[in-house]
Each structure stands twice: as C-alpha cells, then as structure tokens.
C-alpha cells in the first residue's frame, strides 16, 4: 500500500513564502509523474505543477515564475516551493503521484488528504 502525505502548508502573508514537502510511503520501486493541485472553495481541482521522473515540469499559467516543484527520487518525496504568494493561491493544495511501480503491482495513481494554503493579511 501506497501512501502520500504532504506538509507545509499555512498562513502567510501576501508576497510570502511557503515550501510544501510530500513523501510517498511504502515498498515504491518509482514514481512516473509527482504534482501538486490545488482546489479553492468553490472551485474545481486544478493542476498547479508537476514533475516527471525524466525531469519534464508543467507548471500552471498563474504560477509560473513564482513556484517551484522538485523532486527527490531516492527518497521518493517531491516538493512545491511557494514565492510571492498571492491571496489568490488560498486553497487546499493535494499531492499526486502517477504511476506507482511497487514489487505486487502498478498503481495507476495516488492522492495526498491535503494541505491548507492561506494567504491573507
């Protein structure tokens, strides 16, 4: 069984800083694609950057040039750094995994409980 746990998330300030941090637990052979999405009240799910093992990033529009995602594949753990936070990045941001090789199976894909992102003065 495969399980994904985020942290890092919070309150902060307009033009603030967070890193949000999602380790990937159990027997993981690799991990095809790690991304971050985000979903706002009232709003869908949408994807806010992702990383491929071969190192491809997609980044949403309304990020780029402000987060980062990356990836430590030994440890299986990806990471979104936050800068110049807006207070329209608030909501409950989800880490994914894509294509789980463990020794029984492949699992499709993997979600996080998620994290709340707050920005606001």
């Known amino acids: 069984q495969v399980q994904l746990v985020e942290s890092g998330g919070g309150l902060v300030q307009p033009g603030g800083s967070l890193r949000l941090s999602c380790a990937a637990s159990?027997?993981?052979?690799?991990?095809?694609?790690m991304g971050w999405y985000r979903q706002a009240s009232g709003k869908q799910r949408e994807l806010v950057a992702s990383l491929s093992r071969a190192g491809m990033e997609t980044y949403a529009d309304s990020v780029k040039g402000r987060f980062t995602i990356s990836r430590d594949n030994e440890k299986n753990t990806a990471y979104l750094q936050m800068d110049n936070l807006r207070p329209e990045d608030t909501a409950v941001y989800y880490c994914?995994?894509?294509?789980?090789?463990?020794?029984?199976?492949?699992?499709?894909?993997?979600w996080g409980q998620g994290t709340q992102v707050t920005v606001s003065s």
């Open positions: 994914n995994a894509d294509r789980i090789a463990t020794p029984a199976t492949i699992i499709s894909e993997s």
């Open positions: 159990g027997r993981i052979f690799s991990i095809r694609v």
